[in-house]
């Protein structure tokens, strides 16, 4: 795992010495003024976006900007800007990074503003998203691309439920 997830914190001393093992981890970031968070073992690795041009792909479902090359392998990288619609902040434009994700066996890179480092939320704290940030429910059954909320000091942070965020 890179060194910008475990370089970083986002919990102080006094809540490092709260923290316990039951704790969910998470590795919190931000896309435009939003902060997201994600179980840090569904990580393989966080990159900077700028050394990996993204080659677009005819063709690709909406929510895939295009692929990178990293060492070997084609990675499809989701622009979670797009896909949240919303816009970078100005101060972020420049920090965008990618985050590899192992999703349902495949590999994803999203691309984010900010990567914030690891988040650690006791599991009582995580209260269901609310029904409006729901998706409508159509013919067949679909996931809420948000598994919970929480709050992080003054911040509200949603947590992602990959396998939704990551369906065409």
Do not use: W
Request: net charge neutral; hydrophobic share 45%.
């Amino acid at each position: 795992m890179s060194s910008d997830i475990l370089g970083s914190r986002a919990a102080s001393d006094r809540d490092e010495a709260r923290a316990t093992d039951d704790d969910l981890k998470l590795a919190g970031f931000y896309v435009g003024h939003g902060m997201y968070g994600i179980e840090i073992m569904r990580i393989k690795e966080v990159i900077q976006a700028a050394p990996h041009p993204v080659r677009p792909v005819p063709l690709a479902p909406d929510i895939v900007e295009g692929v990178i090359q990293l060492r070997g392998v084609v990675i499809p990288v989701v622009d979670l800007r797009r896909r949240f619609g919303t816009e970078a902040r100005d101060e972020l434009k420049r920090l965008n990074k990618l985050i590899i994700v192992s999703v349902g066996g495949r590999i994803a890179g999203l691309k984010v503003d900010k990567v914030i480092g690891e988040l650690r939320v006791s599991p009582n704290a995580v209260r269901p998203a609310p029904s409006m940030l729901r998706p409508p429910v159509s013919g067949d059954a679909t996931e809420d691309m948000f598994s919970g909320v929480c709050r992080v000091g003054e911040d509200m942070v949603f947590l992602l439920n990959l396998e939704a965020l990551l369906r065409a």
